[in-house]
């Protein structure tokens, strides 16, 4: 279709109106699509096309490169030189129970590995700070004897009537 399309002599040709030129270019730029450079560089000398006051030089100038780039994408279709989609899924081993943080460590990417020790490191200097705390250090010694059985005996008191 593409190769359809193009006009190798546009810019000796001159177009009957702006209507013909945009539709021309309205089927032409979608089929550029499959290269992202190609599709904004059309786009962009497009656009440059409709300024109204440019020398006759300017304008065949600007065709001349809108057929260079729909020549090249045709040349880059016909020998199956566009790249191919690049698929975003990436196939994750299943992970099963020999897999454990230590696997994880061995195999994750250096850039993995320090952010994890880090992450470790961290967690190890708050817990010192806060043991180091006298408040955390009250807090832990109350949750700890709340969670040991008692050896308290209970004390009973009677009312006795008269005192």
């Given at each position: 279709?593409?190769?359809?399309?193009?006009?190798?002599?546009?810019?000796?040709?001159?177009?009957?109106?702006?209507?013909?030129?945009?539709?021309?270019?309205?089927?032409?730029?979608?089929?550029?699509?499959f290269?992202?450079?190609?599709?904004?560089?059309?786009?962009?000398?497009?656009?440059?096309?409709?300024?109204?006051?440019?020398?006759?030089?300017?304008?065949?100038?600007?065709?001349?490169?809108?057929?260079?780039?729909?020549?090249?994408?045709?040349?880059?279709?016909?020998?199956?030189?566009?790249?191919?989609?690049?698929?975003?899924?990436?196939?994750?081993?299943?992970?099963?129970?020999?897999?454990?943080?230590?696997?994880?460590?061995?195999?994750?990417?250096?850039?993995?590995?320090?952010?994890f020790?880090?992450?470790?490191?961290?967690?190890?200097?708050?817990?010192?700070?806060?043991?180091?705390?006298?408040?955390?250090?009250?807090?832990?010694?109350l949750?700890?004897?709340s969670?040991?059985?008692?050896?308290?005996?209970?004390?009973?008191?009677?009312?006795?009537?008269?005192?």
């Amino acid at each position: 279709m593409l190769k359809e399309l193009r006009r190798p002599n546009m810019a000796n040709e001159s177009w009957k109106s702006h209507e013909e030129f945009a539709e021309w270019q309205a089927k032409v730029t979608p089929l550029l699509n499959f290269n992202s450079i190609y599709h904004r560089s059309f786009q962009e000398i497009a656009s440059k096309t409709l300024i109204r006051g440019l020398s006759s030089d300017m304008y065949v100038n600007l065709l001349s490169q809108l057929d260079s780039i729909v020549a090249q994408a045709i040349t880059e279709l016909e020998h199956d030189l566009a790249p191919k989609p690049v698929s975003k899924q990436v196939a994750v081993p299943m992970l099963t129970e020999e897999h454990g943080l230590w696997w994880f460590f061995l195999h994750c990417k250096s850039g993995t590995r320090l952010k994890f020790l880090g992450l470790l490191g961290s967690i190890f200097l708050l817990g010192l700070a806060l043991g180091s705390n006298k408040f955390f250090m009250q807090l832990y010694n109350l949750v700890k004897s709340s969670t040991t059985p008692s050896t308290n005996q209970i004390v009973t008191t009677t009312n006795t009537p008269g005192k």
